[in-house]
C-alpha cells in the first residue's frame, strides 16, 4: 500500500519547502492542503491531474476518509501543513486517526514560520550571555492553555519568547508579558506573513507595539517575537574565538 506524506509546507516563500518535501508533492496523487495558511503556489508543484483538496472547509473525519481513499486506490497522497507540523500542526489527531485504521504514513518536516520570522529580522534567538533559551507559546484563547503555561508564567524568565495565534489580542498579550516581569522597554517584534511577498514587520517595544500592529491593523497571520535577543546588546560566542581551543583547534595566543 502507498502512504500518506505529511510535509511541512514551510514559512509561506514556496521555495522554503525542503527538497524532500518537493520531491513528495510534485509525485504525489492526492494533495490536502491547510488552504488558509499554506502559499497555494506551492501547489505549482504539483503534477498534472493530482487530485487537491483544501482542508479549510474538512472536518477532521473528512480528512482521514479522503486519505483512506487515496491509498485504497492505490495513490500517493500528500498532506501539506503549515510551516512545520511539529508546531500547532494538529498532526497528532491525523495520525491517531491513521493508526486506528491502519494506515501507514511518513513525515517529512518543515521550516517553521518562527526561523522564517527570524531570518527576515537577520536575528538570533539564542545570544551568549543574553538569551539561550526559547520558549514557543500562545495565548489562551478558544483553545484553551494550561493554567502553568500561562504567558505571564514563562515572561518571569524573561528570555526570548516567540507567541503564536495571538496577535488579535496583542494588548493583553504585551499586558501579561509586563506584568510577569519583562520590562516596557523591552524589545518586540511583530512578523506578519513571514517570507511572504506581502511580509509586514513592525519592530517596536511591549509599550507601544499594541498600537502600531492596531494602525497596521494586522489581526492574524502573524508571530509575536519578544526578547533582549532583538535589541543592541550582544556577546560573541567562543565558538569561533581564537583564543578558545577546543577538540578542533587549539588556542591562537597573542
Known sequence: MNKVHFVGAGPGDPELITLKGHQLLAQADVVIYAGSLVNPKLLDYCK???????SASMNLTEIIDTMEKGLRDNKEVVRLQTGDFSIYGSIREQIEELNKRNLPYTCTPGVSSFLGAASSLGV??????????????????RTPVPE???????????????????????????????AGGYPETTPTAVIFKATWP???????????VADKVKNAQISKTALIMVGNFLGEEYHYSKLYDKTFPHEYRGALLD
Open 48 to 54: 498534472k491531474g493530482c487530485q487537491i483538496y483544501d
Open 148 to 178: 502553568r503555561e500561562s504567558i505571564r508564567s514563562f515572561a518571569q524568565h524573561q528570555t526570548s519568547m516567540v507567541i503564536f495565534l495571538s496577535v488579535q489580542s496583542i494588548e493583553s498579550v504585551a499586558a501579561e508579558l509586563i
Open 124 to 141: 538570533e534567538y539564542t545570544v551568549p550571555e543574553v538569551s539561550q533559551s526559547v520558549i514557543i507559546t500562545r495565548m489562551a484563547g
Open 198 to 208: 506581502e511580509e509586514m514587520r513592525i519592530e517596536s517595544t511591549l509599550a507601544d
